[in-house]
């Protein structure tokens, strides 16, 4: 799924934290970073956050309701 328009980088990964099952993110090349990890998010707001704004992410969830989470983040902002 593709998650656009991030501005608020906090409460981004405050939701990701309350999802279930793995999150991650897919990078261009095809490689999958676990978003869940501490160290991944540290890693990812250095170099994609760097100027504060996301235009598109694409990320894979497993989890059913994980997925209507960042459905609702997308759309909702919660």
């Keep these: ?19 279930k099952g793995p999150v991650e993110l897919l990078s261009p090349e ?14 990812s707001m ?5 100027n504060g704004y ?3 992410l694409e ?3 497993h989890d059913k309701d994980d997925i209507e989470r960042l459905i609702r983040y997308m759309y909702q902002g919660e």
């Design 1 to 19: 799924m593709k998650i656009q328009n991030i501005t608020d980088v906090n409460t981004f990964f405050k939701i990701i934290d309350e999802c």
């Design 30 to 43: 095809g490689d999958r970073i676990n978003l869940k990890s501490k160290l991944s998010q540290y890693v």
């Design 46 to 50: 250095a170099s994609i956050f760097s």
């Design 54 to 56: 996301i235009r598109e």
């Design 59 to 61: 990320l894979v969830a």
